[in-house]
């Protein structure tokens, strides 16, 4: 029967990695400190001269350490005085549900309002004059008279006359006339259209 030991370098590698894993498992089982934990000093009649200052100190600030940071000692007894203190304090709380899963309602600001009040409305635009100015007729004494058109109307008219029971004509020009609506005292200059 032939155990494997012909090679002797696989045997080698073997018998290492099995000592490494024993040690691995004793080091588990064991806690993994590798130094040993403090004694305590307890200072006696006798031991009470003996003690140096420094060693008083170092003591102290071991015990200030430990009162600071209770979470990060070993030390498995329970503090008391640490519960007592946790017994005092009361939750007062902030009025939130913290067993529901709600977004904070944020205070929505209120715009000012201001103090500016409002004027009267602006009226609206007068409606523009649709008449169309296409041509005039004019006299060698100067009398001119215009013709006016809206749709299939043709109106003929001079200054000063009203046309349409509405737009009366103001002035009369080479190229354009006036004309004032008079029920919204609109005046517009409508100019010749050519064509």
Avoid: C, W
Avoid at 10 to 36: C, N, Y
Avoid at 52 to 73: F, N
């Amino acid at each position: 029967m032939k155990l494997g030991t012909e090679n002797k370098t696989k045997t080698a590698i073997a018998l290492v990695l099995m000592a490494l894993a024993v040690f691995l498992l004793v080091r588990a089982f064991r806690g993994g400190e590798d130094t040993p934990a403090p004694k305590a000093v307890t200072a006696g009649p006798s031991t009470a001269g003996k003690a140096s200052q420094a060693q008083i100190a170092k003591a102290q600030t071991a015990h200030k350490t430990a009162h600071a940071m209770p979470a990060q000692t070993l030390d498995p007894s329970l503090r008391f005085d640490l519960l007592k203190a946790s017994e005092d304090i009361t939750y007062e709380g902030s009025g939130r549900d913290i067993f529901r899963s709600q977004p904070e309602v944020a205070a929505i600001p209120k715009p000012a309002t201001p103090d500016v009040k409002p004027g009267p409305p602006i009226p609206p635009p007068p409606p523009p004059i649709d008449l169309k100015f296409y041509g005039f007729a004019s006299r060698k004494d100067g009398y001119k008279r215009i013709f006016l058109s809206r749709g299939e109307d043709i109106f003929v008219a001079k200054e000063g006359d009203v046309v349409d029971r509405r737009y009366k004509i103001v002035r009369i020009g080479q190229n354009s006339v006036d004309v004032e609506d008079v029920l919204t005292n609109n005046r517009q200059t409508l100019p010749l259209l050519v064509g």
